[in-house]
């Protein structure tokens, strides 16, 4: 679905990223953890087009990604960023619309196929109540839900979220999760996005990849990527790892910092 290669990533002088390559496969649900600052957002960023590699190649489907219009990006891949900041005052339904414009020309109007898919995201992310309320007068989780009504809308092959749980409870937190593991089931959509939970990573991802430093430490199914070692070299942590009894995927539980000397 996605293949990049070699990719060397930076602002102005500073490389972020050296030589990362990545391949990401149709309907798969891929989290990319690992500590702050470790580069992930600007992985994100760089797959999406917002930020243009200093070297390397990324082809979505077999196309360069230099090659592809911005609308056709949009129809394949859509970014749900860590720091949304659409105005207050627009409705869901109005926040929603926007992910249609990929698939508009300027002089379109609202048309009765635009008027079904934005009330049925509305309706796939239980915000039908909502319908008509400003994102501002939203809790946290439902102006996520928003979001991704938003995202759902654009019809995208891919979604890439970061960090989508990011303020919400962990009732909120889990009911995220289950939404993005039924639209990956229901839609067939890809799914990457950034998680720091872990446990929740390991619960709902087919695959982790690991990150330090600009690079991947680890990439793989959640039983190979979770374990004692490779967590204690990329969070300096001591912890034991069992198995979730419902799940049946690593659970890890953080025993203490190891203090660097
Ligand atoms: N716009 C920018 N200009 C310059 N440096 C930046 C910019 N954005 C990020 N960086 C730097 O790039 C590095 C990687 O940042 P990035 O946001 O990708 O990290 P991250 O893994 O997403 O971290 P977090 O878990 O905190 O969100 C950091 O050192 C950061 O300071
Ligand atoms: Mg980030």
Redesign the pocket.
């Known amino acids: 679905m996605i293949k990049a290669k070699n990719l060397k990533i930076g602002?102005?002088q500073?490389v972020?990223i050296e030589d990362l390559s990545i391949e990401i496969k149709k309907g798969e649900i891929l989290s990319i953890i690992?500590p702050?600052?470790?580069?992930?957002?600007?992985l994100l960023k760089t797959l999406s087009r917002i930020i243009k590699p200093i070297d390397g190649e990324i082809f979505i489907k077999d196309t360069n990604i230099k090659t592809i219009k911005n609308k056709t990006i949009s129809k394949n891949i859509c970014l749900l960023s860590?720091h949304n900041e659409a105005p207050f005052d627009l409705t869901v339904e109005e926040l929603v619309y926007f992910g249609r414009m990929p698939h508009k020309k300027w002089y379109e109007t609202k048309n009765e196929e635009d008027k079904e898919l934005v009330d049925w995201a509305i309706e796939n992310t239980g915000l039908t109540r909502y319908k008509n309320t400003p994102i501002g007068a939203l809790s946290g989780g439902e102006r996520q839900r928003a979001y991704i009504a938003q995202a759902l809308c654009q019809k995208p092959e891919v979604l890439l979220l970061d960090?989508p749980t990011t303020y919400l409870d962990i009732s909120h937190q889990l009911e995220l999760m289950e939404l993005v593991k039924e639209i990956n089931q229901k839609f067939n959509i890809t799914i990457v996005m950034?998680l720091?939970e872990l446990n929740q990573a390991s619960k709902y991802s087919d695959r982790l990849l690991i990150m330090k430093c600009g690079k991947i430490v680890c990439d793989g199914c959640p039983n190979k990527v979770i374990n004692k070692d490779i967590i204690k070299k990329v969070y300096s942590i001591d912890c034991d790892i069992d198995k979730d009894p419902i799940c049946k995927k690593p659970r890890i539980h953080p025993i203490q910092t190891i203090k660097v000397v």
């Open positions: 602002y102005e500073k972020i690992g702050n600052g470790c580069g992930k957002s600007t860590q960090e950034v720091h």
